[in-house]
């Protein structure tokens, strides 16, 4: 049993709000998943010739400035490089490129982990309590277009920040899952002789990249989604998002919650309506259960 929460604001002058209307949302998902917890944020895309990555040390003690200073030394030339540490994560912006930076990162910074790239995600995530979390990073100062959060109760893997959620592959993508893969094996086997690797043995991991595999073999979201149908085993409500997208879909028997609030200002979606309860205008919101096997999209 896991918490699902996302957030769209439709409405641009909500945007600086995004982290303070969240945080209750996630808080409110702590019951269902009170072992770690996690948070992908969608923000203001950086040029085109720059890459944010989310990067995360966890208890190992990492000088933020020597890491910097390093890339810099790695990557002298036209390229330049910004890195905004908040405790054992940070954002570095850079020019370089990012797979050149991800693989320098992982052979010189064996201590930091690349948890997201893109050009608008920013991903936090670790374990403990939802509220300390998000009271860590501080939350509720996030600001941007939209958001996937998640809280979980590990079942089938261990409880390290590797296996909390949202889990992420390519750029801007990411993925939120609450239920349980009867087939993630499976879905490996076939991924990895295409060259697609694997950090974790968790099974939501799975779902992630073969959906992101998809993306790059040119479907659409929706395309990719309906694929998973027929390649994905197993209880989910997968909450997804792209730089431009949330998507929401729940297997054929829909066994596990989700709820969606929608207005004029926003898209809310959470496992339990407990959290979001406290949004502004959520007694004239149109309330609805996502239905089986149906997409439901929404777009910035």
């Given amino acids: 049993?896991?918490?699902?929460?996302?957030?769209?604001?439709?409405?641009?002058?909500?945007?600086?709000?995004?982290?303070?209307?969240?945080?209750?949302?996630?808080?409110?998902?702590?019951?269902?998943?009170?072992?770690?917890?996690?948070?992908?944020?969608?923000?203001?895309?950086?040029?085109?010739e720059r890459h944010k990555l989310s990067l995360y040390s966890g208890a190992n003690a990492v000088e933020w400035s020597q890491v910097l200073q390093g890339i810099a030394e790695a990557f002298a030339g036209d390229e330049t490089h910004d890195l905004t540490p908040l405790g054992n994560h940070a954002v570095l912006t850079s020019t370089a490129d990012p797979v050149r930076l991800a693989a320098w990162i992982a052979r010189h910074q064996?201590?930091?982990?690349?948890?997201?790239?893109?050009?608008?995600?920013?991903?936090?995530?670790?374990?403990?309590?939802?509220?300390?979390?998000?009271?860590?990073?501080?939350?509720?100062?996030?600001?941007?277009?939209?958001?996937?959060?998640?809280?979980?109760m590990a079942t089938e893997s261990a409880v390290t920040p590797a296996h909390a959620h949202p889990f992420t592959a390519g750029r801007d993508f990411c993925l939120v899952h609450n239920g349980s893969l009867s087939n993630p094996h499976l879905v490996r086997k076939h991924l990895e002789p295409l060259g697609?690797?694997?950090?974790?043995?968790?099974?939501?991991?799975?779902?992630?990249?073969?959906?992101?595999?998809?993306?790059?073999e040119g479907d659409d979201l929706e395309t990719?989604?309906?694929?998973?149908?027929?390649?994905l085993d197993g209880f989910y409500t997968f909450l997804m998002g792209t730089d431009r997208e949330l998507l929401i879909v729940r297997d054929a028997f829909a066994c596990k919650p989700a709820v969606v609030a929608e207005t004029d200002d926003y898209v809310a979606i959470a496992s339990e309506f407990r959290s979001l309860a406290h949004l502004p205008d959520i007694g004239a919101a149109a309330l609805f259960e996502p239905k089986p096997e149906e997409i439901y999209s929404w777009r910035i």
């Avoid at 974790?200 to 990249?209: G, Q, S």
């Avoid at 990719?224 to 390649?231: C, D, K, L, N, T």
């Fill in 110 to 152: 064996p201590d930091v982990a690349v948890l997201s790239v893109g050009r608008s995600i920013d991903l936090y995530k670790d374990v403990g309590a939802p509220a300390d979390i998000a009271a860590r990073y501080r939350f509720e100062t996030l600001q941007g277009s939209h958001l996937v959060g998640h809280t979980r």
């Fill in 1 to 48: 049993m896991c918490g699902i929460v996302g957030l769209l604001l439709k409405n641009p002058a909500l945007r600086d709000r995004l982290g303070a209307l969240m945080v209750p949302m996630l808080v409110g998902m702590t019951e269902r998943g009170p072992d770690s917890a996690g948070l992908a944020v969608y923000t203001s895309p950086v040029g085109d």
């Fill in 196 to 216: 697609i690797e694997f950090e974790t043995d968790n099974d939501t991991e799975a779902a992630c990249r073969f959906f992101e595999w998809r993306l790059r």
């Fill in 224 to 231: 990719a989604v309906r694929h998973g149908f027929r390649e």
